[in-house]
């Protein structure tokens, strides 16, 4: 309990600092957006928190809004930008989750904030990830995989919201930097799965 009131001033306090110290390029990334992608910059989508609340997820959008003649969205792949991939890759596009993080939405580091419909299909313990906010930082990051299934996310989210700690914190915390430069290398802006609930419904 100690060390999840720390946890939640630390979060504060960093994401606040952080977003203060990167503000000129969060200032570019939203011009660059604009220039390729146009408005709006920003895309909100309602995900699953702590204790399976709702909250509205920021990114930088990384695809256009492009449609066929009878007005359907062209499928992702087309519609996602040279700049928007770059984005993905280097993990730039979640940025904007430092204002959830300032408003308590989410933590620096902790599971990956999903679709509220992805709730029903979570095992037992594996919901056990829903007891701690979500993260910028996911614990995935401790293991270097880029190329998650759904079952391997799920278990290290929800072990380590089971062995929550300043020691494990600082464990990913370090591990993230090579994370990313090895998304970036095996270009994991391309990856792609299929829907937890679409995969978990053909069992």
């Known amino acids: 309990m100690?060390?999840?009131v720390f946890k939640r001033c630390f979060d504060f306090t960093s994401a606040l600092l952080l977003f203060?110290?990167?503000s000129p390029l969060f200032l570019v990334l939203m011009i660059c957006a604009w220039i390729s992608i146009g408005r709006p910059i920003f895309f909100h989508q309602e995900r699953s928190g702590k204790d399976e609340k709702p909250f509205g997820l920021m990114k930088f959008r990384t695809m256009t809004d492009a449609?066929?003649?009878e007005g359907n969205l062209l499928p992702d792949a087309e519609r996602l930008?040279?700049?928007?991939r770059f984005?993905?890759?280097s993990s730039l596009d979640e940025l904007p989750e430092l204002l959830n993080?300032?408003?308590?939405?989410?933590?620096v580091i902790g599971p990956r904030p999903l679709y509220m419909k992805y709730n029903p299909y979570y095992t037992e313990y594996e919901r056990k990830r829903n007891t701690v906010r979500g993260g910028l930082i996911p614990?995935?990051?401790l293991y270097y995989d880029s190329f998650l299934t759904w079952d391997k996310q799920l278990k290290y989210e929800a072990d380590y919201a089971e062995n929550l700690s300043f020691m494990l914190d600082v464990k990913i915390l370090i591990s993230v930097f090579k994370t990313m430069l090895r998304r970036n290398k095996e270009d994991y802006?391309?990856?792609?799965?299929?829907?937890l609930d679409i995969e978990r419904s053909k069992k």
């Open 2 to 4: 100690v060390y999840k």
């Open 20 to 22: 203060i110290v990167i």
């Open 67 to 69: 449609r066929d003649a």
């Open 81 to 84: 930008t040279k700049f928007g």
């Open 87 to 89: 984005l993905r890759n």
């Open 101 to 107: 993080i300032i408003k308590g939405d989410m933590a």
């Open 139 to 141: 614990p995935e990051s």
């Open 189 to 195: 802006g391309e990856y792609a799965r299929e829907a």
